[in-house]
């Protein structure tokens, strides 16, 4: 068996080596399609050209490449391996392989004040504030759906029953506002409701970078409880954890790294839910190691999907949102598939 | 020393009153089973002697302190608990289920200690399952899942074992198999044990202590000669029996009437 164990005075661990290979391949594929993803696009770039960037580069390919497809690629990692987590956590915390932040109603609480910024304030104020609503949508839907679950503690069943009807209504809300709202503001509504990187730049990275850091570094303290969350309560409790505290601050951080990435690159679905799915079917990690691999799948999904959605209808410049499931679904159902064999 | 005792407990589901003001002490280092029709608050009193449920009032005594007053991990480091069914993580293997069980003598700093290692071995070889640590826990049979998740109380090192059912869905050699484990655990490293049993002639075999608990309060409890006889059997399940001494165990073995047979 691949194991290391670690000991200083004061300080232990037991590392697996097994996962961790894994994990190298998915960064390894990762890399890949980042740099076929920085090489392509309205101007094709060849190897010596995304070498020569190194050495100091023409000035034009230093912008095409380090200000328009590094940041979007970068910023598209980010949302994609931050929803992941978020969908990991919440499958973890629900017991749940169907939880994540778009079908418990995170997404669409963020959707909602999204595009009702959208109709009313956008003109206003401008549309600055679209990701500041996103988050407050996607915090405020968590605290609403813990709040409605809540009868002495919330058990992960109640949490998922309230979270689909909680997700239903403020879909119809999404809806009815899109509705009542000028064609303008429904085009840029749809978009941003698929999903998209366009037009990221470094600040963009920035903060979400921030973000990440601030949403990830609890999580990391606090691995052992999301390990333990996947048992039941009694289990939990019996081991010492306070499983209610626990369960409340992992569904904060879960839902709070979705709404930081949905505010960023819009309502993409289905990448909480398929990573972790990715991570337990093709790479078979178990514990913190899934973690580790859901954020990859997620960021590889997010990269591979807008790879395409930006060279392969050129010289449209479509939403990543849309391949995200058209490429990932097939891939998803095949891998079932393949297990039912 | 480790015991867990009961004082004027009461507690129930919403509004309904399971326990009614029950006191019991089970004696230290020995085997206590639970027994008692469904519904009379066995598994209540487990949670409750647990910490899974508070009681209305009343209290549960860990030592001699009150078990809602004391820190969770402390707890879980002097009482292991075996819920009913636990479920385990999809994919996950023998030794990596036991290894939770270390959990309450961890901090972030501090997750493989020399003790920690050593402590899960022992889980592993006492219950038997060294040679299948690296298997799939969903791969194991009823019986041998069963020993895992009896391997993670046991890495806990706790002096309590606190069981719920420990041999429900099992067929007649894996209850045995769970039984002289648990029997084996108390007798070699003096494990005070307390479980919940449906079988009341495994029960008298294994038990050294029988708490009859009938309608929320403690019935009748003491050695499993003194509380199987066909008026107690009678008084607390409604069942009309006849006792007679197991031939080979001498422990008292009960033969159910119906209702077609005269008691």
């Known amino acids: 068996m691949a194991e290391r164990v670690l000991r200083r005075p004061g300080f232990s661990r037991r590392l697996d080596l097994a996962p961790w290979r894994r994990v190298l391949v998915v960064v390894l594929v990762l890399l890949a399609v980042a740099a076929g993803s920085l090489a392509t696009g309205k101007v094709p770039l060849g190897r010596e050209q995304l070498l020569a960037l190194f050495e100091g580069a023409h000035t034009s390919v230093r912008i095409i490449v380090l200000e328009l497809r590094l940041p979007r690629l970068v910023l598209g990692a980010l949302v994609g391996g931050l929803l992941a987590l978020s969908g990991w956590l919440f499958q973890q915390i629900m017991r749940n392989a169907l939880a994540s932040p778009d079908i418990l109603g995170v997404t669409s609480g963020a959707s909602a004040a999204a595009v009702s910024y959208l109709a009313w304030l956008a003109v206003p104020l401008g549309a600055w504030g679209v990701p500041f609503a996103a988050m407050i949508g996607a915090v405020g839907a968590a605290g609403l759906i813990y709040a409605l679950a809540w009868s002495r503690g919330v058990t992960p069943i109640r949490l998922v029953l309230t979270g689909i009807g909680v997700s239903a209504a403020l879909g119809a809300v999404t809806t009815f506002v899109l509705a009542f709202s000028p064609l303008t503001t429904t085009l840029s509504a749809y978009v941003w409701l698929t999903g998209s990187v366009y037009g990221a730049n470094w600040h963009d990275v920035g903060t979400l970078t921030l973000w990440a850091v601030v949403l990830i570094l609890p999580l990391a303290i606090k691995m052992r409880f999301a390990v333990l969350a996947a048992l039941d309560d009694a289990l939990a409790t019996g081991l010492g954890v306070r499983v209610q505290r626990q369960r409340a601050m992992l569904l904060a951080l879960a839902a709070a790294m979705a709404g930081v990435a949905i505010a960023a690159g819009g309502a993409f679905a289905f990448v909480g839910l398929i990573a972790p799915h990715l991570a337990r079917r093709v790479s078979r990690a178990v514990g913190a190691s899934q973690a580790v691999l859901s954020v990859l799948w997620g960021a590889l999904l997010v990269v591979s999907a807008d790879w395409i959605a930006r060279t392969v209808f050129l010289p449209l410049d479509l939403p990543a949102g849309i391949f995200v499931a058209a490429l990932g679904a097939p891939f998803f159902l095949w891998l079932l598939l393949r297990e039912a064999r | ?263």
């Open chain 2, 1 to 263: 020393m480790a015991t867990v005792a009961a004082h004027d407990v009461s507690v129930g589901y919403q509004k309904q009153r399971i326990l009614d003001q029950l006191s019991v002490e089970l004696p230290e280092g020995q085997i206590s089973v639970l027994v008692g029709s469904n519904g009379c608050g066995k598994s209540t009193l487990l949670k409750t002697l647990a910490r899974l449920l508070s009681p209305w009032s009343g209290q549960v005594l860990l030592d001699g302190t009150a078990i809602h007053e004391l820190p969770t991990q402390a707890v879980a480091r002097r009482l292991a608990l075996l819920p009913q069914h636990p479920v385990a993580p999809e994919g996950i293997t023998v030794r990596q289920l036991v290894s939770l069980g270390r959990h309450p003598h961890q901090s972030w700093f501090e997750q493989w200690r020399e003790e920690d290692e050593r402590c899960v071995e022992e889980a592993l070889a006492h219950t038997g399952l060294s040679a299948l640590s690296e298997r799939g826990v969903d791969t194991l049979s009823g019986g041998q899942r069963q020993r895992a998740w009896i391997a993670l109380t046991v890495a806990q090192n706790t002096p309590l074992l606190l069981l719920d059912e420990p041999t429900s869905f099992l067929d007649l050699t894996h209850q045995m198999e769970v039984l002289e484990l648990l029997q084996t655990l108390n007798r070699d490293q003096g494990k005070t044990v307390v479980m919940v049993l449906h079988d009341l002639n495994l029960a008298a075999r294994y038990a050294d202590h029988i708490v009859a608990i009938k309608e929320g309060r403690v019935h009748a409890q003491g050695a499993p000669a003194e509380i199987f006889t066909a008026e107690r059997i009678h008084e607390v399940f409604g069942l009309s029996c006849r006792i007679i001494t197991d031939p080979y165990f001498n422990t008292p073995l009960c033969i159910p009437f119906g209702a077609g047979f005269p008691a």
